[in-house]
């Protein structure tokens, strides 16, 4: 690790408009005076990036049913960094600091060619490095790469903070600061909850836990990565004053051994991106569930939480599956089509549910979690339609309507509530 290398990621309400790019660029700037070799990663202003999808999907990718994302999809969308990474890099050359822009090809940042989702496979760092040796801010356009084939990619929304951790693994950097609109990670989304918590520090898995079950305060990747390369990350607000940010400013995500305060469970999360399939009357045979999942499985499907019971009838069963919201019509139309392959009597969706979990490394010495969490659902009325739970967490899928009921219940039962 080089004690001097700092990576600092700023998001897209961090960098919304002129204001907040000079506002960012001062940030950097202190960390330039504190002695740090400092590269920023930048996503696009806000919202920029859900526009360009648009523009993708009335271009007409959709509708000629072109796979969801495709490579053209990637050269546009991947454009909104490029516009924030210049930026920054002028305004601070106008402040009289050495900085260039560099955009994911020119490092480069190399992926593999999953195009819309692609993942990092290798950042030869020498460039960046030379350029930070040299005293130069490397202002980086987050979210994008290159295939070997040298055509771009984008890795999934939410994806610059992926960018800068792979960057900090790559330079060896002291930590990678992701700066955003809240001051850090809380119990559950501030938003939904304004009793939230910060928490000063949570660990790798529960974070890990966290953002794959909802929490987009960071990229599941991001934190992935972070884990696998140990990263420090600190998750921190960009509205802080320039040189403000202290031991004690936003929250450190680090290995479980370095928290010294022990909490059942950490955090809630949710997610309403999840729709239900159920098949009714399935022949209760071996080979059943296999054909069912290889006919998701080869068409890109992901599953998730999956329940079967008994049918009524003898010999048959029922079996409740979720998928992504955006996959439920796929699913649907792919047990359509196999339905007389599989022999099941009808099929139906319903993308009214949410799930939520609840997250905790906790729970692995602690007995009678998830008895609290069906205890504190049940006492608001909120029915339970499937459970699935992990060694670090639990979770539930519900009917939508009742997420934020629910958030709010389980965030009180387990005591995360502000005092
Ligand atoms: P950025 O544009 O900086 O990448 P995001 O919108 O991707 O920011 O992520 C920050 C948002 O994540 C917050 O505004 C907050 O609403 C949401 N969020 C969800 N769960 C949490 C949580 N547990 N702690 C903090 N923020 C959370
Ligand atoms: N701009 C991209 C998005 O909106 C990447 C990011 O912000 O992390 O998904
Ligand atoms: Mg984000």
Request: hydrophobic share 45%.
């Amino acid at each position: 690790m080089v004690q001097t290398r700092l990576v600092m990621k700023f998001g897209g309400t961090s960098v919304a408009d002129m204001e907040r790019i000079r506002r960012v660029a001062r940030l950097v700037a202190a960390e330039v005076a504190r002695g740090h070799q400092v590269a920023v990663v930048v996503s696009a202003m806000a919202g920029k990036t859900n526009e360009m999808v648009a523009w993708t999907d009335a271009g007409g990718r959709a509708a000629a049913g072109l796979p969801e994302s495709d490579d053209e999809y990637d050269v546009v969308v991947a454009s909104g960094e490029q516009v924030t990474a210049g930026l920054l890099a002028i305004v601070l050359r106008n402040m009289g600091l050495a900085a260039r822009s560099w955009l994911g090809w020119q490092i480069p940042i190399l992926t593999d060619d999953a195009h819309g989702k692609a993942r990092i496979e290798d950042i030869p760092p020498d460039a960046l490095i030379a350029a930070m040796d040299r005293g130069e801010i490397a202002v980086i356009a987050g979210f994008q790469g290159r295939t070997p084939e040298g055509r771009i990619t984008t890795l999934g929304r939410g994806g610059s903070d992926t960018s800068a951790v792979a960057i900090a693994a790559a330079v060896q950097a002291v930590r990678c600061d992701i700066y955003t609109d809240v001051d850090g990670v809380y119990t559950t989304d501030p938003r939904i909850e304004s009793r939230a918590r910060r928490l000063a520090r949570i660990s790798y898995e529960e974070m890990l836990e966290m953002a794959s079950l909802g929490a987009k305060v960071l990229q599941t990747r991001s934190v992935e990565l972070a884990m696998s390369q140990r990263v420090p990350v600190r998750v921190l607000s960009s509205f802080i004053e320039p040189g403000d940010a202290s031991d004690d400013t936003g929250t450190i995500v680090c290995d479980e051994e370095e928290i010294m305060e022990k909490r059942i469970v950490s955090g809630v999360a949710f997610s309403r991106d999840e729709a239900k399939v159920t098949l009714f009357g399935l022949p209760d045979t071996p080979g059943v569930s296999s054909k069912i999942f290889s006919c998701l499985a080869e068409a890109n499907v992901n599953v998730d939480m999956i329940v079967q019971s008994k049918a009524r009838t003898a010999d048959h069963a029922n079996m409740a599956f979720t998928v992504g919201r955006r996959d439920a019509q796929r699913a649907l139309e792919l047990m359509r089509a196999a339905q007389a392959e599989i022999g099941f009597e009808d099929v139906e969706v319903d993308a009214d549910v949410a799930k939520v979990s609840v997250v905790g490394v906790g729970m692995r010495s602690h007995a009678g979690v998830a008895q609290s969490m069906f205890k504190a659902l049940a006492e608001k009325g909120v029915n339970i339609q499937v459970i699935s739970t992990s060694e670090i967490k639990i979770s539930v899928l519900i009917d939508a309507a009742y997420t934020e009921l629910a958030v709010r219940a389980l965030h009180a039962a387990y005591g995360l509530d502000q005092l």
